[in-house]
């Protein structure tokens, strides 16, 4: 018989990955390309998610990334993601990135985001995912709010009716 996974405290899953900006990652401008931050982003938040599900994922989702700062050939980036809350197969990861340009001893935030992960068997198939036990405040907080951003998610990719999204419609206060 399958025994259900034990909640994993969010701090388990804590992801952080260190790239250097080289010549091939830029642009004209000498910025790092969006799409490779990307890249990097989707690995640091599938590296938490596995950490946390023990098993493969694959990303179903990935939230708005605005590009707040440009980060420029040579920078250091700097990834941490960690599991903000777990449904049954899906996983709700936040991502901050900074940049940091190490002579000059500046360090900026550049994006967030949260990505969506599933957990899957060997044959592909989505399998059950451990809860999270979120302790700071930051998770908490985090964990409480990752319902209304499923919701929204499911919603606006027609798997969920607005009227049933409870939690996000309470939010944003429609009845």
Known sequence: ????????????????????????DTNTLNNLMGGRLLHFMDIAAAIAAQKHSNRIVVTAS??????????????????????????SSSMEVFIEV??????????????????????????????????????????KERYESALRRRQLRLVLAGRMNPQDATELREFLKVE
């Open 1 to 24: 018989m399958y025994a259900m996974p034990q909640p994993k405290h969010a701090r388990e899953s804590m992801t952080v990955m260190t790239e250097m900006v080289l010549p091939n």
């Open 62 to 87: 990935v939230d708005n990334v605005s590009f707040a700062e440009p980060i420029r050939l040579g920078n250091i980036v700097t990834m941490k993601a960690q599991v903000t809350r777990a449904f």
């Open 98 to 139: 900074w940049a940091e340009d190490i002579p000059a001893g500046i360090r900026v935030s550049t994006n967030s985001a949260f990505y969506t992960f599933v957990a899957v068997d060997q044959s592909g198939r989505p399998i059950e995912v451990p809860a999270i036990i979120a302790e700071t405040d930051a998770e």
